[in-house]
């Protein structure tokens, strides 16, 4: 089955920009309760699988072991901002295990947040592995790495970080993963199907504290991502806002490459999706579409309108388009 | 015709983005050469018709009677980065006007240029109207308004000078415009198809100093961009590149939302494409694919690589992808 249309851009009255894409909707059971497209496309999650892929982290003891809190579970599962709330904490969670921004192996980036990056150019400073956006996670596979001694090449496919993750990956998304990528920050991406990430993502709404240890993983990562949900991306970003608006109620997680996912726990649905395209702008009106299809925010909530609907402005503020579900798409 | 594949991102030996568009090659006829995806599919060329935009300036005398030299001109086609080299001209430009910024209507833009936005933003000094990519179409607009005694509110679709963009939009795209949008500089931006869009960049490709007042205008415009890469867009960025790689025998042009033109006078051909998801890097991928094709760049230039092939590199440099033209596209 094709991708279909999901997210229109429309201009003086025409329509001027579309994208198509497969989303599906998953019950606890992991079948499949709704799907556009084809729930059988092999997309690559990308960041959106970051709480699966620290899964091995709670599983194997080694969170507890190290004492991590919420904020850090949150920043594990985090595609995050680089400010200051973010580099600090996973400043001092490398320190605490005795290790430093050396050990990472997520490579540099210029971080998003407006302060960071005004006072990294400002000074001339060149940004650190610690503000990339996943250094959160990267922590995370430290802290396994170190529990499990293991060596310090953590990202590589073959070492037993990266061998648990895609275990857990697969379990999870009951699917045998057809391969892998290598991410942004040079750890593996796991293919699956769309169904398969919202199985999982199912899944992870199904955690209970009082379950088996990998259910008990899934709601504390759940728990730490809604109540920390400035943790899990940054000030004016799509899965803090949106979180924030939900109440703590649901959490959600973006992709590069227009993946997005969530995870209802109250009504015990998973989500995942994928623009064809790649562009993120549909990606966020696209998982807000689903959120507010299956009551999980308000339809008057503003944050709704700054994803799904526009207005889009120009640069003097006039409303010049507005951005519209394809017909048959979630309406 | 629905749009069709075009431009596609793999990842880990699998597919992971695709791009769908539109894309014509005209003659110097107007007819089609090549087609792919929907000829008459209806489109907003944004930035990419500037040069048409531009062409009551040159034909009305205005542009000789302020003396606007080849740099003024690049400038009114150009969707410049807000560097010195644009800034300045265009601030000089006003007022040799007797004109200032005020007189703008394109709004406040953060210029890309590293070096002009490190300035503004370490000073805490706000961008301002010249700042604006358009702000040398608006000159332009500004330029022609004087010459013609008309108002200060040369941007309403009912004023000269956007009537006379439209008579000769319609005229070079050879079509009746189905209606207009506001630009992202509040400019009206008419619709027309991709045919449309490549005859009139056919047009240009025919122009001739020696020929009709509107054939010098073109002549003159595409000498100017060509001759001047560096003020149609700025250091790093496509149309630069592409026009440099191409020893100036080549005019090219970006739009917003992933439309892309170009101009070449030797072969007598016009190029006019949309990407329809509005993916600014598969409509850089597909021009340089289809300026290939017309052998109008080395097939071994880097430029070439860097927007047609990838590889697509990680945050550590590592090659983790390649971008690939679909099958069937300007192969």
């Given at each position: 089955?094709?991708?279909?249309?999901?997210?229109?851009?429309?201009?003086?009255?025409?329509?001027?920009?579309?994208?198509?894409?497969?989303?599906?909707?998953?019950?606890?059971?992991?079948?499949?309760?709704?799907?556009?497209?084809?729930?059988d496309a092999v997309i690559f999650p990308r960041s959106s699988c970051k709480m699966?892929?620290?899964?091995?982290?709670?599983?194997?003891?080694?969170?507890?072991?190290?004492?991590?809190?919420?904020?850090?579970?949150?920043?594990?599962?985090?595609?995050?901002?680089?400010?200051?709330?973010?580099?600090?904490?996973?400043?001092?969670?490398?320190s605490d295990l005795g290790l430093g921004e050396e050990d990472l192996r997520c490579?540099?980036?210029?971080?998003?947040?407006?302060?960071?990056?005004?006072?990294?150019?400002?000074?001339?400073?060149?940004?650190?592995?610690?503000?990339?956006?996943?250094?959160?996670?990267?922590?995370?596979?430290?802290?396994l790495a170190k529990h499990l001694k293991a060596g310090p090449e953590y990202h590589?496919?073959?070492?037993?970080?990266?061998?648990?993750?895609?275990?857990?990956?697969?379990?999870?998304?009951?699917?045998?993963?057809?391969?892998?990528?290598?991410?942004?920050?040079?750890?593996?991406?796991?293919?699956?199907?769309?169904?398969?990430?919202?199985?999982?993502?199912?899944?992870?709404?199904?955690?209970?504290?009082?379950?088996?240890?990998?259910?008990?993983?899934?709601?504390?990562?759940?728990?730490?991502?809604?109540?920390?949900?400035?943790?899990?991306?940054?000030?004016?970003?799509?899965?803090?806002?949106?979180?924030?608006?939900?109440?703590?109620?649901?959490?959600?997680?973006?992709?590069?490459?227009?993946?997005?996912?969530?995870?209802?726990?109250?009504?015990?649905?998973?989500?995942?999706?994928?623009?064809?395209?790649?562009?993120?702008?549909?990606?966020?009106?696209?998982?807000?579409?689903?959120?507010?299809?299956?009551?999980?925010?308000?339809?008057?909530?503003?944050?709704?309108?700054?994803?799904?609907?526009?207005?889009?402005?120009?640069?003097?503020?006039?409303?010049?388009?507005?951005?519209?579900?394809?017909?048959?798409?979630?309406?």
């Open positions: 089955m094709p991708a279909v249309p999901m997210i229109e851009l429309w201009r003086g009255g025409m329509l001027e920009s579309m994208h198509l894409g497969h989303a599906v909707i998953c019950d606890e059971k992991g079948e499949v309760v709704e799907a556009w497209g084809d729930p699966i892929q620290a899964l091995p982290l709670l599983e194997s003891g080694a969170a507890d072991a190290a004492r991590l809190g919420e904020p850090q579970l949150a920043l594990a599962c985090a595609s995050h901002n680089g400010a200051a709330i973010h580099t600090e904490r996973v400043a001092r969670w490398l490579g540099v980036q210029m971080p998003d947040d407006p302060a960071a990056r005004k006072e990294l150019i400002c000074s001339d400073t060149s940004p650190c592995q610690i503000h990339n956006n996943c250094s959160g996670k990267h922590a995370g596979f430290l802290t590589e496919v073959d070492h037993p970080v990266q061998r648990a993750v895609r275990a857990a990956f697969e379990e999870v998304t009951g699917e045998t993963s057809p391969g892998f990528g290598i991410d942004g920050c040079s750890a593996p991406n796991f293919a699956t199907s769309v169904h398969g990430l919202a199985r999982a993502m199912a899944f992870f709404a199904g955690g209970r504290l009082e379950g088996t240890p990998r259910e008990r993983a899934a709601a504390r990562l759940v728990a730490a991502m809604t109540r920390h949900p400035e943790l899990v991306a940054g000030e004016g970003r799509a899965c803090t806002k949106l979180m924030r608006a939900m109440g703590g109620s649901v959490a959600v997680k973006t992709g590069a490459e227009a993946v997005f996912v969530a995870i209802l726990p109250k009504q015990k649905r998973g989500i995942a999706l994928k623009i064809m395209d790649g562009g993120t702008r549909a990606s966020e009106a696209a998982v807000a579409a689903l959120l507010r299809r299956l009551g999980a925010i308000a339809p008057d909530d503003p944050v709704l309108a700054r994803y799904l609907t526009g207005p889009i402005t120009n640069r003097r503020g006039l409303a010049v388009g507005d951005i519209r579900l394809s017909p048959g798409f979630a309406a």
